[in-house]
């Protein structure tokens, strides 16, 4: 294998395991229910632009909405495994290849999510700020170069190190943690219908959620209700 195709290496094999995972998340079963859920979805949807009131708390809350659109999905992929930082050392200009190019395909995937996010509000965008089409289109574009940027500026932040804008040293261990953080976070939802290898949920107590645990109401004939939405939510604090 020559190192100029690593990435095409690295980028075929890894979706050959998403796509083997695929297999058993949508099954007969999940994609019936799935169905369902999209058209109950669909349908409270449609019911909920309809009849939104137009005023400055339910614009606000749009645009809080849309801002985190742009923080989520944001993460880039490297395709850099642990070993890379010995096996490549004498070779970084193919290694630099490949995190260019998987920049670009990180850079892609995440501008589609965020269009895709962006035109699913664009009925509520319609109803609370503006009825012209133009306008919409101009701010799908914007929010899509924001999050295509965002994702550069991330790409450099790791593998860079801090404080050393121009320095040509390879953060090794920062993009190695980064990829690694990237793959926990797809293969933990395959993880939710199958037992993937390797996978092993992370407990994290979670700031956020400890105020809104604390009040969550307990009943008596489903004691251990609590129980379990505290270990859900904690049960996904990786780092």
Same mark, same amino acid.
């Given at each position: ?41 669909? $349908?409270? =949807? ?9 005023? @400055?708390? *339910?614009?606000? %809350?749009?645009?809080?909405? +849309? ?68 306008? $919409?289109? =101009? ?9 295509? @940027?965002? *994702?550069?500026? %991330?790409?450099?932040?790791? +593998? ?80």
């Amino acid at each position: 294998m020559k190192l100029t195709h690593l990435f095409k290496y690295r980028f075929n094999n890894r979706w050959q395991i998403y796509f083997k995972y695929l297999r058993y998340v949508f099954n007969d079963h999940a994609v019936l229910a799935l169905f369902f859920l999209l058209g109950a979805a669909g $349908l409270a =949807y449609q019911s909920l632009w309809q009849t939104a009131v137009i005023n @400055l708390w *339910t614009q606000t %809350i749009l645009i809080f909405i +849309i801002l985190l659109t742009l923080i989520i999905f944001k993460e880039p992929a490297n395709f850099t495994k642990p070993a890379d930082a010995t096996a490549l050392l004498g070779d970084e200009k193919s290694f630099r290849h490949m995190v260019k190019q998987a920049t670009y395909y990180s850079m892609l995937i995440n501008g589609v999510v965020e269009g895709g996010l962006i035109l699913i509000l664009w009925p509520m965008l319609f109803r609370l700020f503006t009825h012209s089409i133009l306008i $919409l289109i =101009y701010l799908t574009f914007l929010l899509i170069f924001l999050k295509i @940027l965002l *994702t550069y500026g %991330i790409v450099r932040r790791n +593998i860079r190190f801090e404080n050393q804008n121009n320095s040509r040293l390879i953060n090794w261990r920062r993009l190695i943690s980064a990829e690694e953080n990237h793959q926990f976070v797809v293969l933990s939802f395959y993880n939710l219908f199958i037992d993937v290898p390797g996978i092993t949920p992370k407990v994290k107590r979670q700031k956020w959620a400890n105020l809104l645990i604390k009040y969550w109401p307990e009943k008596k004939e489903l004691p251990l209700t609590k129980l379990f939405v505290t270990a859900f939510i904690r049960s996904y604090g990786y780092d």
